[in-house]
């Protein structure tokens, strides 16, 4: 029997044969096997974090004169850096025989925090992130860690940075 | 097995996958904000956790050829 005009396929069915609609449909299994293999990639990440983990070598730190003490009064700060140029530091003499240092970056999104003398704390102006003068942690705001501090070591009228605690 | 049912099973199956992966994507955010801010403490834990819910999804994807196989063989 022959076949009506319109009940053929068209011409052009011959030449381009893949249905774009069936081609591109994706099954449950399909799915679910790309997410299970986007959860290994996870678990990979993961475990790359792991072996990085393993070989980062400890940083070391070279000690670095900060001044004499009688530079600063009390409540005083001192700006400096350290251990390298990209490091910047505050230094807080917080009693006659006591002084403090932390990295300048707030831990939130690295703005340079300052010291509230009134409200004796470390601010960050940008996100409002305020820390404690006394163990860098934090008192409020968005900051998800402590500031790091650095060690200092007194010896006789001079001050010195010897290292970095996170 | 109605072939509903299956479906239903499968499609629970992958609700559970994706949740769980939402949670392995945070666990792996917060690993690395953790590695790069110089804090090394959660990293073994969080490699322990990510494999056991990589074997879930695993374990879930297992399950759902098995639905998928059985109502293949009924139909």
């Given at each position: 029997?022959?076949?009506?005009?319109?009940?053929?396929?068209?011409?052009?069915?011959?030449?381009?044969?893949?249905?774009?609609?069936?081609?591109?449909?994706?099954?449950?299994?399909?799915f679910s096997k790309f997410l299970v293999l986007t959860s290994l990639g996870?678990?990979?990440?993961?475990?790359?974090?792991?072996?990085?983990?393993?070989?980062?070598?400890?940083?070391?730190?070279?000690?670095?004169?900060?001044?004499?003490?009688?530079?600063?009064?009390?409540?005083?700060?001192?700006?400096?850096?350290?251990?390298?140029?990209?490091?910047?530091?505050?230094?807080?003499?917080?009693?006659?025989?006591?002084?403090?240092?932390?990295?300048?970056?707030?831990?939130?999104?690295?703005?340079?925090?300052?010291?509230?003398?009134?409200?004796?704390?470390?601010?960050?102006?940008?996100?409002?992130?305020?820390?404690?003068?006394?163990?860098?942690?934090?008192?409020?705001?968005?900051?998800?860690?402590?500031?790091?501090?650095?060690?200092?070591?007194?010896?006789?009228?001079?001050?010195?940075?010897?290292?970095?605690?996170? | 097995?109605?072939?509903?049912?299956?479906?239903?099973?499968?499609?629970?199956?992958i609700?559970?996958i994706?949740?769980l992966l939402?949670?392995?994507?945070?666990?792996?955010?917060?690993?690395?904000?953790?590695?790069?801010?110089?804090?090394?403490?959660?990293?073994?834990?969080?490699?322990?956790?990510?494999?056991?819910?990589f074997?879930a999804c695993g374990g879930l994807y297992l399950?759902i050829?098995?639905?998928?196989?059985?109502?293949?063989?009924?139909?």
């Open positions: 029997m022959k076949k009506t005009e319109s009940s053929q396929a068209p011409l052009w069915r011959d030449e381009f044969a893949i249905d774009v609609a069936t081609d591109s449909y994706v099954t449950r299994r399909q996870m678990f990979a990440g993961n475990l790359w974090i792991l072996v990085k983990s393993w070989f980062r070598s400890s940083p070391r730190f070279e000690p670095q004169p900060l001044g004499i003490v009688d530079e600063l009064a009390v409540g005083d700060v001192k700006l400096f850096s350290y251990p390298t140029q990209e490091d910047p530091c505050i230094l807080i003499r917080t009693g006659i025989d006591q002084f403090v240092a932390y990295s300048q970056k707030c831990t939130h999104l690295s703005c340079a925090v300052y010291y509230a003398k009134q409200e004796n704390r470390l601010e960050c102006p940008c996100h409002e992130g305020y820390f404690s003068v006394e163990d860098g942690s934090v008192l409020q705001g968005p900051p998800p860690r402590r500031l790091p501090r650095v060690v200092l070591q007194r010896d006789g009228d001079n001050l010195t940075a010897t290292g970095v605690e996170l | 097995m109605t072939r509903s049912r299956g479906l239903t099973a499968i499609d629970g199956a609700a559970l994706a949740i939402i949670v392995q994507m945070w666990l792996l955010t917060a690993t690395l904000e953790a590695y790069l801010g110089g804090h090394t403490e959660p990293i073994i834990p969080a490699a322990l956790i990510s494999a056991l819910l074997a399950f050829r098995r639905i998928d196989a059985r109502r293949d063989r009924e139909t």
